[in-house]
């Protein structure tokens, strides 16, 4: 069994902001394998349900970004799943592009309050994630003022065909092929140049 884990913070003037990337993915996901997200437990909302033919709890914890550990944890006691090998999170990244996404086995925070939490809640940064890719925050800006803040439509279209990827990234990541996603989705966005 896996458990999904989309960051974001909870309440409607959240809704679509980039820092949220995380639920937007999980309810992309849920759509895509026909099953909902509805049930509060474990201090998330959460759905159970098959992503390419694994069972998998999908979960946006409703604790607020900086506290996500909390509810991490109690999914993990709870379901009593190994967090190394069957544990995925999706947090925004202001390091990549827009509409880019990146997978990774495991890795540090880089910066992260959500995943910095659930680091320190684990006491490892041993699980595998999802990072989708926000752009770099505009000089002059306030970092929380642009996590915060809503994509233009464009960007708000990159970031839905991002989606679609992230899900198929997570099928192939259930399916034991991280490395396989990895090959397949850490490539630049086309459009986009090299620095």
């Not at 909302?45 to 390419?52: A, D, E, L, N, S």
């Not at 006491?123 to 915060?148: C, I, N, Q, S, T």
């Not at 233009?152 to 990541?173: F, N, Q, Y």
Request: glycine share 12%; charged share 25%.
């Amino acid at each position: 069994m896996y458990i999904i884990v989309g960051l974001g913070n909870p309440g409607k003037e959240y809704q679509n902001t980039r820092h949220n990337i995380g639920f937007d993915v999980i309810d992309k996901l849920a759509e895509e394998e026909g099953f909902s997200v509805l049930e509060k437990k474990h201090k998330a909302i959460i759905g159970k349900g098959y992503v390419g033919g694994q069972k998998c709890v999908l979960a946006k914890p409703q604790t607020f970004m900086n506290l996500s550990g909390e509810s991490v944890r109690e999914l993990i006691d709870y379901y009593k799943v190994d967090e190394s090998s069957e544990l995925i999170v999706i947090s925004d990244d202001i390091s990549l592009d827009v509409g880019q996404i990146r997978v990774r086995k495991k890795g540090s925070a880089g910066g992260h309050n959500g995943l910095k939490n659930i680091i320190s809640h684990l006491g490892h940064g041993d699980f595998m994630r999802v990072k989708m890719g926000v752009g770099e925050k505009p000089k002059g800006w306030d970092l929380a003022d642009y996590v915060l803040g809503h994509f233009s439509g464009p960007e708000r279209k990159m970031m839905d065909e991002a989606a679609l990827h992230a899900v198929e990234a997570i099928r192939m990541m259930v399916a034991g092929e991280a490395d396989a996603a990895m090959n397949q989705y850490n490539t630049k966005v086309k459009g986009h140049q090299e620095d």
